[in-house]
């Protein structure tokens, strides 16, 4: 069983063609610029949030908070005042139950990709979903991800997909560990090993204010030598926590200053 925050059924921004976007709860980081946190942690059934339902659309079943989709009027109050960096509103799905969703779909879809949250923390989960997605309904398989997981030790997940979207947010380790928490050794070793064996579709950076952003781009490029693509993701302060704008201002990058970057891509 896997815990899923979302389900986009058709996506034009998550790899080529028209996608489902699958979208994971919980992750290994905790970037500084995240705008969606709610997906960092899973719930922990305080219940804080029931109070807070204008429609009575969250209630306690068994201990557990339970999440009524169909009265569910989307207001978000509920992941306004949770203090968990989580949300109740998400589903578990067994392989069969998640395959059942995406195969509804699959005939107006060129494949999907599962993001987060951090997917790949549902390893087998996601080996066993791609195999059976791949089979039986001929679609192609990706992966976005932090590259915080060893891929190294996930051979059998790694060549069950087709591409991955890996991101790298600073080459600096110092900074890495000061935006997300966690060392970058682990996510470059991933960039070189799925260069290697040619899985990569694109890597992506977020350009925020007070990063390294230079240092980046010009290192990340010099790595990937045009073998895939390279986005880089301007920070936006919609969806970030506060800790997070008090580090990276109100405002983005000047459109100037982002053009800059383009001579080393």
Not at 99 to 126: H, Y
Not at 149 to 167: C, P, Q, R, S
Request: net charge neutral; proline share 3%; glycine share 4%.
């Amino acid at each position: 069983m896997a815990v899923v925050n979302k389900i986009i059924p058709f996506s034009c921004i998550d790899g080529p063609g028209n996608r489902t976007a699958i979208f994971f709860q919980e992750c290994n980081f905790k970037c500084t610029y995240c705008h969606n946190p709610e997906t960092i942690k899973k719930c922990i059934n305080c219940t804080k949030c029931i109070s807070v339902c204008p429609v009575k659309a969250l209630e306690v079943k068994d201990e557990k908070v339970v999440w009524n989709e169909k009265i569910c009027v989307q207001c978000d109050n509920c992941i306004r005042v949770c203090n968990n960096l989580s949300t109740p509103k998400t589903k578990e799905f067994s392989v069969d139950e998640l395959f059942n969703e995406i195969k509804e779909i699959s005939p107006f879809i060129q494949g999907i990709t599962v993001s987060g949250g951090e997917c790949t923390l549902n390893a087998d989960f996601l080996i066993g979903l791609f195999k059976k997605v791949k089979e039986e309904l001929d679609l192609t398989c990706f992966v976005d991800t932090n590259g915080g997981i060893d891929l190294t030790n996930y051979e059998e997940l790694v060549d069950v997909t087709d591409k991955f979207m890996l991101d790298v947010k600073s080459i600096d380790e110092n900074e890495h560990i000061k935006i997300t928490g966690i060392s970058n050794n682990i996510v470059l070793k991933n960039l070189k090993y799925l260069l290697d064996k040619n899985k990569l579709y694109e890597v992506r950076t977020v350009i925020a204010p007070n990063l390294k952003n230079e240092k980046t781009v010009k290192e990340v490029s010099n790595i990937i030598k045009n073998k895939c693509k390279y986005k880089l993701n301007v920070y936006r302060k919609h969806g970030v926590r506060k800790e997070g704008i008090d580090f990276h201002g109100e405002t983005s990058l000047s459109e100037e200053e982002i053009n800059k970057f383009k001579k080393y891509i």
